[in-house]
């Protein structure tokens, strides 16, 4: 299983794709491990954890994406993302969001993506913005939103 736009390759994160691409510059982080041994006792989980960003350049991890989990009860499943600061204000991140909620909305299970940020973070509300996603509310310094299928 593999995205691509224009600029990117988005390959879903498993103990396989870390050992067969190269990860120079980029740090395997806490949550990766996690998903990793959830996604070990439960291969449903494959597409809806984390996925590397690859710049095609390069052939570069530039940063990392994904689905806090499968869908929920009221069809929704939670993105988030982090870019390298080297590759950080080149629209990586609004490509790669689009792209994997696009691939989210094929599956009839999928009606929305929610996303949250801190409310200081300007260059990810900047990403959400611009993929059109809603800003529902905000709690604890944190920014919630959401897009419905449909209007991505």
């Known amino acids: 299983m593999e995205l691509q736009?224009?600029?990117?390759?988005?390959?879903?994160?498993t103990a396989e794709s870390i050992s067969t691409i190269s990860i120079k510059g980029y740090e395997i982080g806490p949550h990766i491990k996690e998903y990793l041994k959830k996604l070990k006792d439960d291969s449903t989980l494959l597409g809806w954890g984390v996925w590397l960003v690859i710049e095609k350049e390069n052939d570069s991890v530039i940063g990392d994406i994904g689905f806090k989990?499968?869908?929920?009860?009221e069809n929704a499943?939670?993105?988030?993302?982090?870019i390298l600061p080297s590759a950080q204000n080149k629209g990586y991140a609004t490509e790669a969001v689009r792209e994997i909620i696009k691939w989210a909305?094929?599956?009839?299970?999928?009606?929305?993506?929610?996303?949250?940020?801190?409310?200081?973070?300007?260059p990810s509300i900047r990403v959400l913005e611009k993929l059109n996603m809603n800003r529902i509310g905000s709690e604890n310094n944190m920014l919630k939103w959401e897009l419905q299928k449909g209007h991505a």
């Open 5 to 13: 736009t224009q600029r990117l390759k988005l390959i879903p994160c």
């Open 69 to 73: 989990g499968k869908p929920d009860s």
């Open 105 to 122: 909305f094929t599956f009839e299970n999928v009606t929305k993506v929610i996303a949250e940020c801190r409310d200081d973070n300007g």
């Open 77 to 82: 499943v939670e993105v988030g993302y982090g």
